[in-house]
């Protein structure tokens, strides 16, 4: 029998100059390429992923700080997956195998894992996930159906980084239609509080395109100008030429912009190989959403009701 990779089962979606490579541990976006252009840091299929790239981020994204949270009158304490920080990362779907296949065809796939209850998440609630391939690139939604009897706290997000071209990311342009920053704390990013990008804007504020350079970003931004249709987009382009977007709909009024600076640096692989644009149901630490005074987005699932986000990914 032949072994299953260490990423799962593998699936191949194709359209026009678009391929797309989905790997069934966390319904995760292993590659994305465009005329054989990476517009992804993709990854071998036989590799365990690296942390979160391109996986489905359920029931919240983010961070959960110190792991605890009240809901609905009870306390809760979820397992520490950011040992570093002292907090709970990205969820609980991310290492599931979304082993059900839903539907699939030639340019379009569904998977399906459920969230089993839990210490400290006591909610059962089924994650589809749906990638169509088209003219217009990748387009990924997520559908939370709660099959608990009780409401159910949840949040959800994509995890891709995203590539520009083959130059390096400092040289790379950043068009970023955010007005809103949120501050955190310097050693476990907890957050602090909403503010204007300007406070730092050579580091926060790419309202209007202009080169990344050596800034480090790991950060929520809010407050995005959207088109008519409620859309906004960030957008990314090489000097070459090249460039890649990921745009997305209004049920995600947050996103995490990650320069992706890794602690070893240069020597580190995957050191600034791509900048992580993860848009957001909701804000990091939404689940304790009574400590902030802004709108943290943390959504509330009724028994059998269900909630859907979705994005896309396009070559520029």
């Known amino acids: ?32 390429t465009y005329e054989g252009r990476d517009l992804v840091v993709p990854f071998d299929a036989d590799e365990v992923r690296p ?56 340019d379009g796939l569904t998977l399906s894992a459920t969230i089993e209850p839990q210490q400290g998440y006591p909610w059962r609630v089924r994650v589809e996930t749906t990638f169509e391939l088209g003219d217009d690139g990748l387009k990924q939604s997520v559908r939370a159906t709660n099959e608990s009897p009780e409401a159910a706290p949840f949040g959800t997000g994509p995890h891709p980084y995203l590539v520009a071209g083959s130059a390096p990311l400092d ?20 957050p602090l509080g909403l503010r204007p ?27 995005l100008d959207r088109d008519a249709d409620g859309t ?24 995490q912009i990650h320069t992706a600076d890794l602690p070893g640096g240069p020597a580190q ?23 902030y005074d802004y709108d943290t987005g943390l959504l509330t699932i009724e028994p059998g009701q269900s909630v859907t986000a979705s994005w896309r990914i396009a070559a520029i």
């Open 1 to 32: 029998m032949t072994p299953v990779p260490r990423s799962g089962t593998q699936y191949v979606l194709s359209s026009g100059p678009y391929e797309a490579h989905i790997a069934s541990v966390g319904a995760t976006l292993r590659r994305l």
């Open 51 to 106: 942390a979160y790239r391109g996986a489905v981020l359920a029931p919240w994204p983010n961070r959960i700080v110190d792991g605890r949270y009240a809901f609905a009158g009870q306390e809760q304490q979820v397992a520490l997956t950011e040992p570093d920080r002292g907090h709970a990362l990205h969820g609980l779907a991310a290492w599931l195998d979304f082993a059900s296949v839903v539907a699939a065809e030639g």
């Open 171 to 190: 040289e790379w342009t950043l068009s970023l239609p955010a007005a809103q920053v949120l501050e955190v704390t310097d050693d476990r990013l907890v």
């Open 197 to 223: 990008v300007e406070i730092d804007a050579d580091r926060f504020d790419f309202r209007e395109p202009r080169r990344l350079g050596p800034v480090e970003i790991d950060h929520a931004y809010t407050d």
């Open 232 to 255: 906004a987009t960030v957008r990314l382009t090489d000097p070459h030429g090249t460039g890649v977007e990921l745009s997305w709909d209004d049920r995600c009024p947050w996103v």
């Open 269 to 291: 692989p995957g050191h600034r190989a791509g900048l992580a644009v993860e848009p957001m149901t909701c804000a990091p630490d939404a689940y304790n959403a009574d400590r």
